[in-house]
């Protein structure tokens, strides 16, 4: 069974310095999708950003990248010139190819606050 | 933009009681599921809904859990007699037919069995 591991519980960062977020997680298979997820305080989860495994390029959207590393297992979420609206909860997942259902094994969420 | 709602955003409830928790998926959309968070545990896949049927569960998905599509806009979840382990956010999320990736999830319900 896939499992997913996010180790810090909590992380700050200075608004405008950079924060990364890890995640670590492990499977026998060799193609599966990963994500990050955003959860405002009181809102919806929405997706940040995803990465197929077969792509060794890493993804990137705007500020958000990821340092994807297959053999190591290991998929962080680097926020760039970070700002008061990123503080959130950030979730990582994993969806497997295998699965019809389309189903996201999560991790416990990492809680980003942004300092002012 | 359309957005996936559910209520209520807080529930409690007393142990062995039944209750609902409804979400209104986006309107297109074919796929549906549950997830829950139990407080400083992972966000956990319950169920998934497609058809009119559960299309996979997980086994913490048993008897006293089940989900409906009562009309063409709602689903549900229900716990038919709540233990005090059932406390935890429950998210419901929606994925549209021709989306290979993305599910879109609601705000989540808390519930509380006290």
């Known amino acids: 069974a896939q499992t997913v591991t996010q180790s810090q519980p909590e992380m700050s960062v200075q608004e405008a310095e950079t924060v990364t977020l890890s995640c670590t997680y492990d499977t026998s298979e060799s193609d599966y999708y990963l994500f990050w997820y955003k959860q405002p305080p009181s809102r919806q989860m929405i997706l940040v950003i995803r990465q197929e495994a077969y792509k060794q390029q890493n993804a990137t959207e705007n500020r958000f990248s990821v340092n994807f590393q297959k053999a190591a297992k290991s998929f962080s979420l680097k926020i760039s010139d970070s700002q008061l609206g990123d503080a959130a909860m950030y979730f990582c997942a994993y969806r497997s190819l295998t699965s019809g259902t389309y189903k996201y094994i999560f991790g416990t969420g990492t809680r980003l606050k942004v300092l002012a | 933009e359309p957005e996936v709602t559910q209520t209520p955003s807080h529930q409690v409830t007393q142990m062995g009681q039944e209750v609902i928790l409804r979400c209104v998926p986006i309107?297109?959309?074919?796929?549906f599921y549950w997830y829950r968070q139990i407080l400083g545990q992972k966000v956990e896949f319950l169920v998934s809904f497609y058809n009119n049927e559960i299309s996979e569960k997980s086994e913490i998905f048993d008897d006293q859990f089940s989900v409906e599509r009562p009309d063409g806009s709602n689903f549900t979840l229900k716990i038919r007699s709540t233990k005090l382990e059932d406390s935890a956010m429950y998210f419901c999320?929606?994925?549209?037919?021709?989306?290979?990736?993305?599910?879109?999830f609601g705000p989540g319900t808390r519930l509380t069995v006290t």
């Open positions: 999320a929606s994925r549209d037919i021709g989306d290979f990736y993305e599910q879109y």
């Open positions: 309107s297109n959309h074919l796929y």
